[in-house]
């Protein structure tokens, strides 16, 4: 396979290149950090591409240099993210709170945007995945910024969906659970005077605990780009509690419904009469 991974250089978007590798992938890698040490692991099979995500003109031309070199892609999977500002929405410095977007939003939008040509290309049906995060599907406190982006990201997955219908393409978000990273990291750091106590104490345990759910994370990726999960498309998955490994069953059944999807709840999806 030949795939893009965007955030490849930290976190889930590492794992999720070096387990590609692993497996004899092709892996084009963007991020902002150096990955040299990876490239030196597996100089035939792992480019990397020094990109921000935030920049369409970076984006682009790492787009370019890979079309440069292969003839498609199979899949793009995009893990660029930042938490980014922290704290009680009405605190926050509006630039910081903007750039959080703009790299988590904007990030994954551009990356789409940029691999399209390549992944219309693709030999078999065309897999993209984006990562949807904490906030998502529920008000985070304190989390604003990143939580309205990740809720944009799985908007977005659904329109392109919508879009796409009748293209060998699916695009699909993934919620990969509690995985300690960085992010983990940072919350522990701004304390929960800043996070909050729920959120500060989620991360000590995390850290306390020596991991997450990075194997079924990695796991439910691995499905959605995988030829099991064809015709799978437009859904928000949860790697840690969601049936995945046995959706292919109910494929015709899940494409005829709103399941796993971002919803609005009116009064009688609760048993409630709100009418006068």
Not at 135 to 152: C, D, I, Q
Request: aromatic share 6%; hydrophobic share 45%.
């Amino acid at each position: 396979m030949h795939l893009v991974i965007t955030g490849s250089s930290t976190g889930i978007g590492r794992a999720l290149a070096e387990h590609r590798l692993a497996g004899g992938d092709q892996v084009w890698g963007l991020a902002r950090s150096d990955q040299a040490e990876l490239a030196a692991r597996y100089p035939d099979r792992f480019h990397a591409a020094r990109c921000d995500v935030a920049r369409w003109d970076e984006v682009s031309a790492a787009a370019a240099a890979a079309a440069a070199a292969w003839p498609g892609i199979d899949a793009l999977v995009t893990c660029a993210a930042v938490q980014g500002t922290i704290g009680p929405a009405m605190t926050l410095d509006p630039a910081g709170w903007s750039a959080t977007v703009r790299t988590d939003l904007d990030g994954t939008f551009y990356a789409i945007r940029a691999f399209h040509e390549l992944l219309a290309r693709a030999p078999r049906r065309a897999k993209v995945v984006c990562l949807g995060g904490g906030g998502g599907t529920k008000a985070r406190a304190n989390f604003s910024a990143y939580a309205a982006a990740k809720t944009g990201v799985i908007r977005l997955v659904e329109t392109l969906a919508e879009e796409w219908r009748g293209a060998l393409r699916d695009i699909n978000a993934v919620a990969p659970g509690a995985v300690n990273t960085r992010m983990t990291a940072e919350v522990l750091r701004v304390g929960a005077a800043t996070a909050g106590a729920d959120e500060y104490q989620a991360a000590r345990r995390l850290t306390e605990s020596g991991g997450g759910a990075m194997a079924q994370a990695l796991g439910l990726i691995d499905w959605l780009l995988s030829p099991a999960s064809d015709g799978v498309t437009g859904r928000l998955l949860s790697a840690p509690w969601d049936p995945w490994p046995t959706l292919e069953r109910h494929r015709d059944e899940l494409a005829a419904t709103d399941v796993y999807t971002l919803r609005r709840i009116v009064p009688a999806d609760r048993g409630r009469n709100f009418q006068p």
